[in-house]
């Protein structure tokens, strides 16, 4: 079965739901900590747009990184335990063999 093909249970789709928004709000969280540090230090204009270049690069990539369908999940959830905005143990109700993938990704 290919990863696409994956059935995703009524659990597996609410666990998923929550983690995922979970990773989300962690990173933003992050950011917008960086934003803070980033913005406070502006000393002339070069620095804003510095800062604006940033946020246009950060809102690329989140943007592209968070993708709810289920036939991408399993491997938006690698990159987030990669990049450590989730942990394994938060993907523990998952089936075995999603885990297993998630796993195996991750350490791509």
């Known amino acids: 079965m290919q990863v696409s093909d994956t059935e995703w249970s009524a659990t597996e789709k609410q666990l998923a739901q929550v983690v995922f928004k979970r990773a989300y709000e962690r990173e933003i969280n992050a950011l917008m900590e960086e934003v803070r540090a980033r913005a406070s230090a502006i000393a002339e204009l070069d620095d804003m747009w510095r800062l604006h270049d940033f946020l246009s690069a950060r809102r690329h990539d989140i943007d592209g990184k968070y993708d709810y369908r289920y036939s991408v999940l399993i491997f938006v959830f690698a990159r987030l ?13 998952l089936d075995k063999d999603k885990l297993t993938k998630v796993v195996a990704l991750a350490r791509m």
């Open 81 to 93: 335990v990669k990049e450590g905005w989730l942990a394994l143990d938060e993907l523990n109700e």
